[in-house]
């Protein structure tokens, strides 16, 4: 399940694509980690108790994956405004313009 999740920053080298990516995927565990603070240890609940954890947990599971699309969008925006680079294409033109020079060299 990591290397789903870890192509894309290898590909695009971005901690804030991949924290995105971590946001959004694992928004739904949640419920998991809801489940443990309320101490829920059997299946039955009574009505009350599970509507509140179910309340709780959707509203963390909204929220983190909110946030996983706000850093996706700040990261898009870095990308657009050229504050961050898409697939190292500063490292490819400075790449590009040595060769040019020992060409020019030779």
Known sequence: LWMVYNW????VQSGLLLTSLMCMAWAPMSFTIVGTVFKIQNPI??????ARVLRHGRWWRIWIQRSGYL????????????YSWF???????AIE???GQIDNLL
């Open 8 to 11: 894309p920053w290898q590909l």
């Open 71 to 82: 850093f996706f969008f700040i990261w898009f925006i870095q990308v657009e405004l050229g």
């Open 45 to 50: 609940l009574r009505r009350g108790y599970l």
């Open 97 to 99: 313009r040595d060769e």
């Open 87 to 93: 697939l190292n294409s500063a490292n490819e033109e």
